[in-house]
């Protein structure tokens, strides 16, 4: 207890409760090409926690659409955009933790499937855009998640071995990158993968406001 020197967090459902705004902005697209939208069923079992190459890799097979991969993620970036303007708020126990961290001197990463740009404008939206030393979006690992380059990548940036780190995530893809990278994880429960396990994490939290402070290195 109390040797872990840093803190990678995932953003979605973890930072921001932004899964819903992003099958919004699926929707957006996909009705708006005359298919039948997305469920928040399916969302849930083939696209949550995937990067945005791979979503709509997907969404290509799930409703046939036509057309290049890259012609609609250009699409989604200008649909995300707009709904991410949206209101966000924080999840609870966010700024607690961070403002924790802070006072003991522990560097702080993101480490999200989201393109980096999107992580940017959602930490901008809540007023973090300054309390992250490291922020890396899928669009900066060859593998993105459940592959754990991108956690290694975060605790390399932040100067951390992954084993000094915990990670906190909220979905089984980023779950098993965290835990294979070495990282000490943590799952949150969120409304998005309340049907999924989760169990492959370290520890299970209904909210961030239950997060043991005692885990965390004394400066």
Not at 5 to 19: A, K, Y
Not at 99 to 123: F, H, I, T
Request: with cysteine.
């Amino acid at each position: 207890m109390g040797d872990y020197q840093g803190i990678i967090f995932d953003m979605d459902g973890v930072l921001v409760d932004s899964e819903p705004l992003f099958l919004v902005a699926i929707n957006r697209l996909v009705t708006g090409h005359g298919e039948a939208p997305i469920s928040e069923e399916e969302n849930e079992a083939r696209l949550l926690g995937t990067t945005v190459e791979e979503t709509w890799v997907r969404l290509k097979q799930m409703r046939n659409l036509p057309g290049s991969i890259q012609g609609y993620i250009d699409e989604y970036d200008g649909m995300v955009r707009q709904v991410l303007r949206e209101e966000l708020q924080p999840q609870p126990g966010v700024k607690q933790l961070i403002d924790e961290c802070v006072r003991r001197g522990l560097p702080r990463a993101v480490a999200s499937s989201s393109l980096r740009k999107w992580v940017r404008l959602k930490l901008e939206t809540i007023k973090l855009q300054d309390a992250f030393d490291v922020v890396l979006g899928g669009d900066d690992v060859v593998n993105g998640k459940p592959h754990p380059d991108i956690y290694r990548l975060a605790a390399q940036c932040l100067g951390l071995p992954p084993h000094s780190c915990i990670a906190i995530e909220d979905s089984p893809v980023g779950i098993q990158a965290a835990v294979g990278s070495g990282a000490y994880t943590i799952a949150v429960r969120t409304h998005s993968t309340r049907n999924m396990d989760i169990s492959q994490a370290h520890v299970i939290l209904d909210s961030l406001e239950q997060f043991d402070y005692s885990l965390l290195r004394d400066g």
